[in-house]
């Protein structure tokens, strides 16, 4: 990124060139010369303001500059050949702000702006006129070459240049948050684009899936599918995405159809039974109609994507400073008490010294659980189940409680941040019941039918305790159940110990008007 100061140097360049082309078009009173003067300098005046209020998305480009130049020159040279100098600055421009292979091919933009355009309007060239533009042009070419050397060390990457782009962007998304109307919540869209499709193509079921990695993330669906129907529909969304990029082509497979409504969305489905197999879709025309709800619907996708790739940053920001800060100093706080330990004054000091060594390693294993829970990430597993498997083996090795995880699921996956949810859910679920529940074993159960979901937590523990001031673990879960739209229920057992179930379902009702589930909570 050009520094204040290389624009300081262009600047000062425009500002001497238009000093010497003005004197001999002042002295020698050159009506016509004074019109090209005046073009000259208000292009590079323009110039200067939108680089001095950093606007410079409005800046002319380098050739752009170097073309506006050239007609000026082209039309002024015949009645002021020292308009010709203002040929120099454009190379100068380019190198500055974008390097040597522009600057070259600047030099022809404005060589051959000025040379086709004065054969047109003057019909010829004289061979002053051609030394005159040779030369000028020449000097503007060598002068940049001379300045590329500056230019290139003054460019030394900026390392915040991301976080400033980063602040403006998010800048412009506060203050189109309040115009989005239908908001950017990727269920609700994806609700709302199945139910445009049905306005216009007959089907008894619909699934919209958006590429997730190798695999395909089911956003919405219009009724729950049986497996045979949901491994056809997969499979036909998975034919569109494997089209060439750019290719929008409709597939119908007997009673199966599928089509593409953006570039991160496909939408496959089924007819209703017995239709006529034969007779093609509208798939084309519907996709067409969608423009609207898909532009809204790939803006929520992305936004998504930026939400949860900035939360993974920051748990992993926070689990290197617990392990490399927190972890460290109360480990070390643990050698000096193993040193006291050694030589006690007495058995009573031993006792204490023995005490606070236990609590001090128990505090230790605690905060190394947690970067392991901070650094466990959903993206690196194959899928949800495999994710929550992971998590209850090592919360099992250092717990010393069994684990027991059964697995149902489909090879579709939920869409990535309803899975981030539901794993920290399961993951806080199993962390209660190994820390405060004085289970001897839990049991926990994923079953996933995308986009439908439901994971169960129990454990043989005490059961449902009165809420400690210190204890976040079922707000926690209550929120995150709120922002996936899903139904969190906690409860005793009939024997001992305490379930936590979190289900994901989506209504009918809720898919056409997109309306999130209610949220079933409990006190812990």
């Known amino acids: 990124m050009p520094s204040s100061q290389t624009y300081a140097v262009v600047g000062a360049a425009r500002l001497f060139a238009l000093l010497a082309i003005g004197g001999p078009i002042v002295w020698f009173h050159q009506e016509q010369g004074l019109l090209a003067l005046a073009a000259v300098g208000g292009l590079w005046i323009y110039q200067a303001v939108t680089a001095t209020r950093r606007e410079l998305q409005l800046s002319l480009s380098p050739m752009t500059e170097a073309a506006a130049i050239g007609v000026v020159c082209a039309l002024g040279m015949e009645n002021s050949p020292v308009i010709l100098a203002a040929l120099v600055v454009p190379p100068l421009y380019a190198t500055a702000i974008s390097g040597v292979r522009t600057m070259v091919r600047t030099v022809l933009v404005e060589l051959i702006a000025v040379v086709a355009l004065s054969l047109m309007w003057w019909e010829e060239i004289t061979s002053d006129q051609a030394v005159a533009i040779f030369t000028w042009v020449m000097a503007g070419l060598g002068l940049s070459l001379i300045a590329a050397v500056t230019f290139s060390s003054d460019r030394v990457p900026d390392p915040v240049a991301p976080y400033r782009d980063a602040q403006e962007h998010l800048k412009q998304l506060i203050g189109l948050a309040g115009s989005l ?43 729950e599918l049986e497996p045979a129907d949901a491994v056809a529909t997969e499979t036909l969304a998975g034919d569109v995405r494997m089209q060439e990029e750019g290719t929008h082509r409709p597939v119908e497979i007997g009673e199966g159809f599928a089509f593409r409504v953006s570039d991160q969305a496909i939408v496959a489905g089924l007819r209703p039974a017995g239709s006529d197999t034969t007779r093609p879709l509208p798939l084309t025309a519907v996709a067409d109609d969608l423009a609207d709800t898909a532009v809204k619907l790939d803006a929520a996708l992305l936004f998504a994507q930026f939400r949860d790739a900035a939360t993974a940053d920051e748990r992993n920001r926070l689990a290197r400073e617990m392990h490399d800060g927190v972890a460290q100093d109360i480990a070390s706080l643990g050698y000096i008490i193993d040193a006291l330990a050694a030589r006690p004054a007495d058995e009573q000091q031993a006792k204490a010294l023995t005490m606070l060594r236990e609590r001090v390693s128990k505090v230790v294993s605690e905060v190394r659980q947690s970067v392991m829970n901070l650094r466990t990430s959903i993206g690196e597993s194959e899928s949800l ?3 929550i498997s992971n998590v209850a083996r090592h919360l099992s090795e250092s717990s010393g409680i069994p684990i027991r995880v059964r697995l149902d699921e489909q090879p579709t996956r939920l869409r990535p941040e309803v899975e981030a949810e539901l794993f920290r859910i399961a993951q806080e679920a199993m962390n209660n019941a190994v820390k405060h529940a004085r289970a001897t074993s ?11 979901a439901v994971i169960t937590v129990t454990d043989d523990g005490v059961g449902l305790q009165a809420a400690r001031s210190d204890s976040h673990g079922l707000k926690i879960m209550r929120e995150r159940a709120r922002l996936i739209g899903a139904e969190l229920v906690v409860r005793d057992n009939a024997s001992r110990g305490l379930t936590v179930a979190v289900a994901l379902k989506i209504p009918r009702s809720a898919l056409a008007d997109g309306v999130a589930s209610p949220i079933l909570t409990e006190q812990r």
């Not at 193509?201 to 669906?221: E, F």
Request: glycine residues 12%.
């Open 181 to 223: 109307s239908s908001g950017l919540d990727v269920g609700s869209l994806g609700g709302e684009l199945l139910s445009e499709v049905s306005d216009g193509i007959p089907n008894r079921a619909l699934v919209l899936y958006v590429p997730r990695g190798d695999a395909l993330a089911s956003v919405a669906s219009t009724v």
């Open 385 to 387: 189940g495999a994710a």
């Open 442 to 452: 839990i049991d926990v159960r994923c079953q996933v039918y995308a986009p439908e």
